[in-house]
């Protein structure tokens, strides 16, 4: 076939042809997660016209199942739709755990992707081309997002209109640990108990707590989880102990 050939109804071993991959890569530096558990939310802005497509398919879907919500047939829709991958330090690691969260007003735009990472998972690192190929010019991490050929309702059927006026990026980490600690006599151990403002503190001393990963984004909210060394017991209280 010399302009190429249907191959939806051949056999694997019958198909002359390979299937093209389809997506997008995302490189911003706030995807740099070393540690921790972590959640990458994607919040995409579409164009409201573009949308209005997928929209309509979604209610002519649902008219014609009556068995099946609008929002079921929604997240049938994203249910396995994409191949996720990411920049780790061995190479790209597939993101298999996602959430696909409805607008809850259409008129919005905006649809939300979430995916989560265990403590287990690797560290998210910058692009380098020699490992992980692809030939990006960038050294930020990235994320590529493609959609899968053989999901239980084609996805690019509906993707494939929507037009993006905007993305936005949130991070949020638990259980982050690695922390570089100072005060005013030099750097200070975390591994074991020590006095944030030395031994003998006085009006002016200062603790420091640094991160590279956490103090180069734009934070919303930090906590830090302290555990204190020998606190007095049940029976007394801080006025008495001390």
Not at 1 to 8: D, K, N, S, V, W
Not at 17 to 46: H, S, V, W
Not at 65 to 73: M, N, Q, R, V
């Amino acid at each position: 076939a010399t302009l190429g050939e249907e191959q939806l109804e051949k056999l694997s071993v019958e198909q002359t042809m390979t299937k093209a991959d389809i997506g997008f890569a995302i490189a911003a530096p706030i995807l740099k997660l070393y540690e921790g558990e972590r959640m990458i939310e994607l919040e995409f802005k579409f164009n409201l016209r573009s949308l209005s497509g997928m929209v309509g398919l979604i209610a002519d879907m649902s008219a014609n199942d009556e068995e099946l919500s609008t929002e079921d047939i929604f997240y049938k829709m994203f249910l396995n739709a994409f191949k996720v991958d990411i920049t780790t330090e061995e190479g790209w690691l597939n993101l298999d755990k996602y959430e696909v969260k409805p607008p809850e007003d259409w008129s919005t735009g905006k649809i939300k992707i979430r995916f989560y990472l265990s403590m287990a998972f690797p560290s998210i690192t910058g692009y380098i081309s020699d490992v992980h190929g692809q030939q990006y010019e960038t050294t930020l991490p990235i994320l590529q997002i493609y959609l899968v050929s053989d999901a239980s309702i084609y996805p690019y059927s509906f993707f494939k209109d929507l037009i993006i006026d905007s993305l936005t990026i949130n991070v949020e980490v638990n259980n982050l640990r690695s922390l570089t600690l100072y005060n005013e006599y030099g750097l200070v151990d975390p591994v074991s108990p020590f006095h944030p403002f030395s031994m003998q503190p006085r009006v002016g001393s200062y603790f420091l707590i640094g991160n590279s990963e956490v103090f180069s984004k734009d934070l919303t909210d930090i906590n830090f989880n302290i555990n204190w060394f020998k606190l007095p017991t049940e029976k007394q209280s801080y006025t008495e102990y001390y």
